[in-house]
DNA sequence: TAGACTATGTATAACCA
DNA sequence: TTGGTTATACATAGTCT
């Protein structure tokens, strides 16, 4: 018998489906860590099964790979971005957009990340004259997310440009411990 | 010649590790898209290149595996909204393709936006450890001004924008639904 | 940097245990 | 579900454009 040429859409017999997500599922896994490996970069691969049981794969971990994605506002900026898709297959440019309503999914979250900051920090500021404990709390933590992502985007920058690294040695980022 | 058998371990050559990683990449993510297919599961995949450039592809989305991922286990039964594009030619995905990429741009040009509010902040949060009253008054006039940054902002998004930014406050993105 | 090309290595469909 | 086996479809290293 050996392997048959097969259509790619959902497989209709129970069992067929079962096996062949699991074997393509470390296959998948596999080639993730091959990628990995060979190329020496980072990635992240999570899959649920038919049943809703996760699986994943990530180097260095999942957690940092997809915390790097979240925060990296840099989904973008492909320099020649707007040039025309001569894609040969419409698999090809499914995948193409699929990705790309990935990457405006990401920008929106990081969006609306930066929007609850403001909201937290400005509401905290809404009534300064009782400025007591729970409300220096309150701001305490604002102002700690603050600055983990003003430190982010300060390396980001600092990492987009050549040039301008040695100025601003940043250092690793301290809490602010305001209470 | 043909292809050669490889070890895996990491590609020395610069320009061949490149070409690899650009190779495999869609490899992994065709891979990722027929499995998601096949079996009809969710899956996520996130790999940066070697020059830290994020590429995603998810099913339904990268969010959404995401958070599915991350709350461990707990069920969302989450309808499959986006499972697969049907597209019926090259020129709708195309467009598409186009009209995703305005998004990007928008949604972009937004987070820098308030990434530079976010900045202005920035400043007087620096020198955390004497947070005295001096401090402290700074804090308040630096929120005050964030204040009016928001208030304008949130005005903003009450009015609609002129821009194409506007696509991005329709929340989610709409289904592609192209066939 | 991104397509082609081709020979060949690899993944996997079908089947069985 | 996982682990073989076989035959075949698919992916890709090396090269050139």
Request: hydrophobic fraction near 35%; include cysteine; glycine fraction near 6%.
């Given at each position: 018998?050996?392997?048959?040429?097969?259509?790619?859409?959902?497989?209709?017999?129970?069992?067929?489906?079962?096996?062949?997500?699991?074997?393509?599922?470390?296959?998948?896994?596999?080639?993730?860590?091959?990628?990995?490996?060979?190329?020496?970069?980072?990635?992240?691969?999570?899959?649920?099964?038919?049943?809703?049981?996760?699986?994943?794969?990530?180097?260095?971990?999942?957690?940092?790979?997809?915390?790097?994605?979240?925060?990296?506002?840099?989904?973008?900026?492909?320099?020649?971005?707007?040039?025309?898709?001569?894609?040969?297959?419409?698999?090809?440019?499914?995948?193409?957009?699929?990705?790309?309503?990935?990457?405006?999914?990401?920008?929106?979250?990081?969006?609306?990340?930066?929007?609850?900051?403001l909201s937290a920090v400005a509401a905290v500021r809404d009534e300064p004259e009782e400025m007591e404990v729970e409300e220096l709390e309150a701001l305490k933590e604002a102002l700690n997310q603050?600055?983990?992502?003003?430190?982010?985007?300060?390396?980001?920058?600092?990492?987009?440009?050549?040039?301008?690294?040695?100025?601003?040695?940043?250092?690793?980022?301290?809490?602010?411990?305001?209470?």
């Open positions: 018998m050996g392997r048959q040429k097969i259509e790619i859409k959902k497989i209709e017999n129970e069992d067929a489906r079962l096996v062949s997500f699991s074997k393509r599922r470390s296959g998948l896994f596999n080639k993730a860590s091959c990628l990995t490996t060979l190329c020496g970069v980072d990635a992240a691969v999570v899959v649920f099964s038919p049943a809703g049981t996760p699986y994943s794969f990530g180097s260095p971990r999942v957690e940092m790979v997809v915390d790097r994605f979240l925060s990296s506002g840099r989904e973008m900026e492909e320099p020649n971005f707007f040039r025309q898709h001569h894609a040969t297959s419409v698999q090809e440019l499914n995948r193409r957009c699929m990705e790309l309503e990935n990457q405006v999914e990401a920008a929106q979250a990081r969006r609306r990340a930066l929007e609850e900051r603050l600055k983990k992502m003003t430190d982010e985007h300060m390396k980001e920058r600092a990492a987009g440009s050549s040039s301008s690294a040695a100025q601003n040695e940043a250092g690793p980022s301290t809490p602010l411990d305001l209470g």
